[in-house]
């Protein structure tokens, strides 16, 4: 597929504090490609947005928009001279402009009625037209800052967390109706989240960051499955890091750059009680449970083996009891 966003060798250091926002960073986003950007607070996520919208300076490398150089070491395109939107996470809608006028400020926006129509009845803000950003509440403004952006229908759309705000049924439907929108439109979109969940569901491909640096790109699901470091593990999720020498078999593992050890992500539901191949080629870890409590629908079960302590995520505990020797089997992806 043809790349619609190509970012190569970007870096950008703030003078105020001289710290790395990013460092020499490069990946492509094809057109109607949904990619998220996941990564700690400070870990560079907005200032990549930033930079593509132009409203901040990288100090060095280039972006390339649609076959077009936007910035490289002597060219800067102004922000408004970008086809790209920026939907940040504190909304930003215009004070003194109703909802309605909002949401057909985009100068593209005059051209996609009957879309605009439609993303206000699936967003549910059809009865807030009239009112003015400080009559809604935080959830509303941010789904009307959702329509103002898809409304006006750029060749890239940058969202920062969009769903941040939004309390967790909320945040289920509108993820939904984003993910529908998206694909309808066959939208451009780099979207930066904390939450994996919305990686898993909404984005084709996710960029890991670190400390500014690229440490994985990979489909979110595999990302969770086959984390390249127990930093990106970790941000999909529950895990247990264990030895390698612990799980037998298992075919994707990383190296701890702290202790140089290989090991293996095992999230919690990959530890079963029950052996589930005939062969029983299975590893297993035997070990003392030392706790556990039910979080709904399974249990959280502790479990301590060789000085590891292991999480399980099970979903019938009747038979366990804290004290109990028990074997988990390893489900290994
Ligand atoms: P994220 O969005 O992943 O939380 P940011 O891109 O906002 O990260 O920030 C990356 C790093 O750059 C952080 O250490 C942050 O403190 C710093 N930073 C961000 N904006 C500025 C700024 N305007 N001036 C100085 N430092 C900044
Ligand atoms: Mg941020």
Do not use: W
């Not at 300076?57 to 920026?86: A, H, M, Y």
């Not at 095992?266 to 052996?275: A, D, E, F, G, T």
């Not at 019938?316 to 290994?332: A, I, N, P, Q, R």
């Amino acid at each position: 597929m043809k790349s619609l966003l190509s970012i190569s060798n970007l870096s950008k250091a703030y003078q105020a504090n001289n710290i790395h926002a990013l460092d020499d960073l490069s990946f492509e986003c094809a057109k109607g490609e949904v990619i998220s950007v996941v990564g700690s607070s400070g870990s560079g996520k907005s200032t990549l947005l930033k930079l593509i919208a132009g409203l901040e300076i990288p100090d060095k490398g280039k972006i390339i928009l649609n076959d077009k150089v936007i910035n490289n070491e002597s060219i800067f395109v102004q922000p408004e001279q970008r086809d790209c939107d920026l939907v940040f996470q504190d909304f930003s809608l215009f004070p003194n402009m109703t909802i309605n006028e909002n949401i057909h400020f985009g100068k593209n926006a005059p051209s996609n009625k009957s879309m605009i129509d439609e993303l206000i009845s699936l967003t549910n803000i059809s009865d807030l037209l009239s009112r003015y950003p400080h009559q809604i509440s935080g959830g509303q403004q941010q789904r009307a800052a959702l329509v103002r952006a898809l409304a006006n229908n750029p060749l890239l759309l940058l969202m920062d967390e969009p769903l941040s705000n939004l309390d967790s049924e909320l945040k289920e439907n509108v993820r939904r109706e984003l993910i529908s929108i998206l694909k309808k439109l066959e939208m451009t979109v780099l979207i930066v989240t904390h939450d994996a969940e919305d990686a898993l569901t909404i984005s084709d491909k996710t960029v890991v960051l670190k400390k500014g640096k690229l440490v994985q790109l990979d489909t979110p699901k595999n990302i969770y499955k086959y984390p390249k470091s127990e930093y990106a593990a970790r941000l999909f999720g529950k895990t247990n890091i264990v030895p390698l020498d612990m799980i037998p078999g298992a075919k994707h593992f990383f190296t701890q750059t702290s202790t140089g050890d290989d090991v293996v992500s095992v999230r919690p539901h990959q530890l079963i009680l029950k052996q589930e191949d005939e062969q029983g080629s299975m590893p297993k870890i035997k070990g003392e449970v030392t706790s556990f409590f039910n979080n709904g629908r399974t249990s959280n079960v502790e479990i301590e083996c060789k000085d590891f302590c292991f999480t399980a995520e099970i979903e019938d505990t009747d038979s366990l009891h804290v004290g109990d020797t028990k074997t988990f089997y390893v489900k290994l992806y």
